[in-house]
């Protein structure tokens, strides 16, 4: 993956992980379309920070799940339409409330949580997993897949063969850098620690505080 010609080591650095998640699971995966709705779960971390940045030049119908207020309001400034504090609203409430459905859904939380996503989701809609913070199992009632016609899926990159993982990058290198070059995205930087402060860069992680993703500098340059 070359080096964007607007962005440092540090910068850059922050982009596989990310931009490869998002792009697969939201592009390949859910066939995210043009001006559709999505909802994104933890819209404050590296993931979430890395979908609202790139989708808001897709759509104007962002909407995600934060832990603080001060994360939420950092999501909306990032690019989001809305920002859920899960810990205040039940984010199923809140759809209804507003009689709003989503198209996709990116999730990481899983758990309890799939019975509110597939309520919430449109006609056709696609749910994507991409890891089980809150647990690997659910129960569901099916009929809301099927009167809906929904498709439930999840991925992981790290189990990928590396042709299909090249793949990826070469879809991302062609989608996502131009974006980057032309400043309609930039990876969002909570803090970079030197290689010798590693245990102050996850003390700043387990506290979980910080939107976007924490930069470990190898060369011991900020």
Not at 40 to 61: D, M, P, R
Not at 141 to 166: A, C, D, V, W, Y
Request: glycine share 8%; charged share 25%.
């Amino acid at each position: 993956m070359p080096l964007p010609k607007n962005l440092n080591l540090h910068e850059a650095g922050c982009l596989p992980e990310t931009t490869l998640t998002v792009f697969e699971n939201i592009f390949n995966v859910s066939k995210f379309q043009r001006d559709e709705a999505i909802l994104i779960h933890g819209g404050s971390s590296g993931i979430g920070t890395t979908a609202i940045s790139i989708l808001k030049n897709y759509t104007k119908n962002i909407f995600v799940t934060a832990g603080t207020s001060g994360k939420c309001k950092s999501c909306i400034e990032l690019g989001a339409t809305d920002a859920i504090n899960y810990k205040d609203t039940d984010f199923e409430e809140y759809f209804n409330e507003k009689k709003l459905k989503v198209d996709v859904i990116l999730d990481m939380v899983g758990g309890d949580y799939l019975k509110k996503n597939l309520k919430i989701l449109n006609f056709k809609g696609r749910l994507t997993y991409i890891a089980a913070l809150g647990g690997i199992k659910a129960e569901t009632n099916l009929l809301h897949i099927m009167n809906k016609q929904l498709k439930i899926s999840g991925s992981t990159l790290r189990s990928r063969s590396p042709s299909e993982k090249g793949n990826i990058v070469d879809q991302v290198v062609k989608e996502i850098w131009p974006l980057i070059e032309n400043d309609k995205y930039k990876p969002t930087i909570f803090e970079t620690f030197n290689m010798s402060d590693a245990n102050k860069a996850h003390e700043v992680m387990e506290k979980s505080d910080h939107t976007g993703k924490i930069v470990l500098s190898i060369k011991g340059e900020k």
